[in-house]
């Protein structure tokens, strides 16, 4: 067999050269064909193989615009089955009314507290009509805040925060390495405000030396949503213990006054400081009268890489819930609501002791630790009340008994009830369950 030994190779009829070989066996060539498909049937050895202008292919995986996918990693986790770390992030969850002016509860697991407002602002659930933002990822539900009229100058003292707080034991076994700085947990909430500027808030741990992670929401366009994303690494300081108190706090500041401000840096992991949580806090929303703020959405995963929000059925979620907080009423009728017959609970007082009904109460789903359990009598809806029914042959009470205590109380349900008037007659009352952390 004969050898063609040359560097360059022309079109007779061509001004440059077409192919230009190297002594190492590699050739260039000046002019490639491009095509739309192709069907490879046996092995391409190359470094790095580009697939139009958004897609490369490497020995360590796929680029495909801008986003990391690796055979041997995607996400740093899981991609399937359970991955929100957080409950009730949708909003459609709240069993102890739709609105209220009082810190504290309304939609489950997220909890609007604020100090030194002129007048309280309101928290309601409300309901996402709106075919843009969350509304298009499947969010029918959000968080509002509506702020009060506060006509005095922001006191020092004075905030405005919404927070949920997460189980130690559920971050301890979620499969993030959080002592380590290259695995990571992502974070992503949907907000809205009715005036623009930027908002503040706070990742922190509790268990050990309490850890903080200051983020922001970025400059926000008036009555327009926005999804928030924060890549969370982990850190040689963090610690979880395996139980379950609180373990991890999320805390927007809708507003805070300059004695928890000063100078934080964004977006990575220090000791906690009372003190010094956020940057200074800008004023506007606080003394806009009737300014709201809103959010839903919240997910927190462990990976490097945002995911699709989990969605969970209504039915789930509110079991997820009520292992914080739940009650005898009905979903959807507020406790202490009058003349609320259906769903009591309805006993007949002991014989020999006539101030005490047996319950034996169980509660719908065992609790995170023994709760707070207060009586509200059916018929006048007052707290620490029971009914008494007389004969039992009617649903009309005849009396209205202070009740004395609730005995042998655990996570699992209520033993008896103890009112301060004897009497032997059937009796009944509605409770509520708190476990809240």
Request: hydrophobic share 30%; glycine share 10%; charged share 15%.
């Amino acid at each position: 067999m004969s050898t063609l030994k040359v560097n360059k190779i022309r079109d007779n009829s061509g001004s440059t050269d077409a192919i230009v070989l190297d002594p190492s066996g590699g050739a260039v060539l000046a002019g490639v064909t491009t095509i739309s498909t192709a069907r490879v049937t046996t092995g391409i050895t190359s470094t790095s193989l580009q697939v139009g202008a958004a897609v490369t292919i490497t020995e360590s995986g796929i680029e495909a615009s801008g986003i990391g996918i690796t055979c041997a990693n995607i996400n740093g986790t899981q991609i399937g089955g359970r991955r929100n770390l957080i409950i009730n992030g949708a909003m459609q969850i709240a069993q102890r009314g739709t609105s209220s002016t009082s810190s504290g509860y309304v939609v489950d697991r997220f909890r609007p507290h604020w100090n030194g407002v002129d007048e309280s602002p309101t928290q309601a659930q409300v309901t996402l009509t709106s075919a843009v933002g969350p509304y298009l990822e499947g969010h029918r539900k959000s968080l509002r805040i509506t702020n009060g009229n506060q006509t005095t100058s922001p006191a020092v003292d004075d905030y405005v925060i919404i927070e949920t707080k997460i189980e130690a034991q559920d971050i301890a076994s979620s499969g993030w390495n959080y002592t380590s700085t290259s695995s990571f947990i992502t974070l992503s909430f949907w907000v809205k405000s009715s005036v623009a500027q930027n908002f503040y808030g706070l990742v922190r741990s509790i268990d050990g030396t309490s850890q903080a992670f200051p983020i922001e929401t970025g400059s926000l366009t008036a009555d327009t949503w926005k999804k928030v994303i924060y890549k969370i690494p982990g850190n040689s300081n963090l610690t979880f213990d395996n139980n379950g108190n609180h373990g991890l706090n999320i805390r927007l500041s809708v507003f805070r006054g300059t004695d928890a401000t000063g100078s934080v840096t964004l977006g990575q992991w220090g000791a906690y400081n009372s003190s010094v949580q956020y940057p200074d806090n800008t004023t506007t929303w606080y003394t806009t009268n009737d300014a709201t703020f809103e959010m839903t959405g919240v997910q927190l995963e462990v990976g490097s890489q945002v995911t699709p929000f989990e969605h969970r059925s209504f039915a789930e979620e509110l079991n997820l819930c009520k292992r914080y907080y739940q009650k005898s009423y009905a979903y959807g009728t507020a406790p202490g609501t009058t003349s609320s017959i259906l769903g009591c609970v309805y006993n007949r007082y002991n014989g020999s002791v006539t101030n005490r009904m047996d319950l034996n109460t169980r509660f719908e789903v065992e609790m995170r630790t023994i709760p707070s359990v207060i009586a509200y009598s059916p018929s006048a809806g007052t707290a620490d009340r029971v009914d008494d029914n007389g004969n039992g042959t009617g649903d009309t009470a005849s009396a209205v008994n202070t009740v004395s205590s609730l005995a042998k109380i655990s996570t699992r349900g209520i033993g008896g009830l103890v009112s301060n008037t004897a009497f032997d007659n059937v009796g009944s009352y509605h409770y509520t369950a708190d476990a809240e952390m």
